[in-house]
Each structure stands twice: as C-alpha cells, then as structure tokens.
T-cell receptor, first 112, second 113 residues
Framework: KAGVTQTPRYLIKTRGQQVTLSCSPI?????VSWYQQTPGQGLQFLFE???????NKGNFPGRFSGRQFSNSRSEMNVSTLELGDSALYLC???????????FGPGTRLTVL | QKEVEQDPGPLSVPEGAIVSLNCTYS??????FMWYRQYSRKGPELLMY????GNKEDGRFTAQVDKSSKYISLFIRDSQPSDSATYLC?????????????FGQGTILTVHP
C-alpha cells in the first residue's frame, strides 16, 4: 500500500503571498490531519478532516484553512504569509475507528 | 506549562546500549499513546501504539505506560547506529478529540559505533 504523499516537497514564498499544500492519504483512510513542525514549537496540530468535514481544529489563526475532497485528498491553504509560517507542514492519515496515524514526508515552506 | 513534557536531550549512547526515552503529561484525558521516530528531513514514522497501562513489546522496542503517574517510556534494546533519530511521544484524548495528537518536543538520539 502506498504511504501518505504530499506535494510539493519544498516551497519558497515571500511575505504576503498565499500557498496551497496538497496531501493524498493512504488508500482507504478517510481521516486527514495537518500539523506544523518548527524547531521552537515542535509539532502542533492544525486541523483534521473526515468525510469532507472539519471535525477538529487547533489553535491557529484563520489564515490557516483546509478542505477535503470526496476522494479523501486534502489541501491546506495559508494566506497572507508571515515569516513565522516557515515550517515543515505534515499531513497524517488514519483509518476510521483506528488511532494510529501515519505521516507523509512533509512540505517544507520557507517564507522570505 | 506544556501538556506533554519530553527531555530534548541530546542523548548519545554507544552501539548496543539500552536507551530509555520518557515523557510526562498533565492531561488526564489522554488515553492513547504513540511513539514516533523521525529521521532528519523526513516525516515521523510510527513505532509503537498503546492504549492501556503496562508494557508492549515489538522486537527491540518496548513501550511502557503508567497512567497513574502520567508517565510513558520507550526502551530500545541493543541500540544500533540506524536508531539515530529524533523520537517523539504523542498522545490523544478520547471522545471528540478524534485525530488530534499532542506531541512532546522530541528527544534527539545518537548511537555511535
């Protein structure tokens, strides 16, 4: 079974721009969660989608948003980028009724 | 105070040593516990998952959970240079927390030959 895939792997943007990151979960997994990883704050939960509905949200500003499609693929969007948004953005998927989450390789976003 | 505390290390051990990694937590709602390994510039890889107090063994790895003390551990026996990575503990509450994991800061481990 293929693992979680994320595109693009690397991204460089400038302040004020917006960015969209994509995640394809493991086949059959309907839950997709997004996390931000930085050296200072570690791994922090952004939000989770299940069957195209956001069912959990972390403590991030409204500039961070996401969505999920009917095939369970998910995107997250960050608008009006700030320098502090530079991070590794990780996507994780899990099967319904299970607790184990499996992570993708991440998208490394650099904001200049 | 963070909900999950993990000693960031770094931890450096010789090959063959037994490694002990630990996390403490303050939220008594946490019911599910995971350990992840993350190599440099890679995503976290799930190593162990437990949901009850006690021990769970998988090869060279043993996960231990003590809910009464709010303390979890990961032991690595016969450590290898390939075990050099950052180890992250993660926890989830029950109920409507669904997929939300709360992570420790991660412990950087180096196993030298």
């Amino acid at each position: 079974k293929a693992g979680v895939t994320q595109t693009p792997r690397y991204l460089i943007k400038t302040r004020g721009q917006q960015v969209t990151l994509s995640c394809s979960p493991i086949s059959g997994h309907r839950s997709v969660s997004w996390y931000q990883q930085t050296p200072g704050q570690g791994l922090q939960f952004l939000f989770e989608y299940f069957s195209e509905t956001q069912r959990n949200k972390g403590n991030f500003p409204g500039r961070f948003s996401g969505r999920q499609f009917s095939n369970s693929r998910s995107e997250m969007n960050v608008s009006t980028l700030e320098l502090g948004d530079s991070a590794l953005y990780l996507c994780a998927s899990k099967a319904g009724g299970r607790n184990e989450q499996f992570f993708g390789p991440g998208t490394r976003l650099t904001v200049l | 105070q963070k909900e999950v505390e993990q000693d960031p290390g770094p931890l450096s051990v010789p090959e063959g040593a037994i490694v002990s990694l630990n996390c403490t937590y303050s939220n008594s709602a946490f019911q599910y516990f995971m350990w992840y390994r993350q190599y440099s510039r890679k995503g976290p890889e799930l190593l162990m998952y437990t949901y009850s107090s006690g021990n769970k063994e998988d090869g060279r790895f043993t996960a231990q959970v003590d809910k009464s003390s709010k303390y979890i551990s990961l032991f690595i026996r016969d450590s290898q240079p390939s075990d050099s990575a950052t180890y992250l503990c993660a926890m989830r509450a029950g109920g409507t927390s669904y997929g939300k994991l709360t992570f420790g800061q991660g412990t950087i481990l180096t196993v030298h030959p």
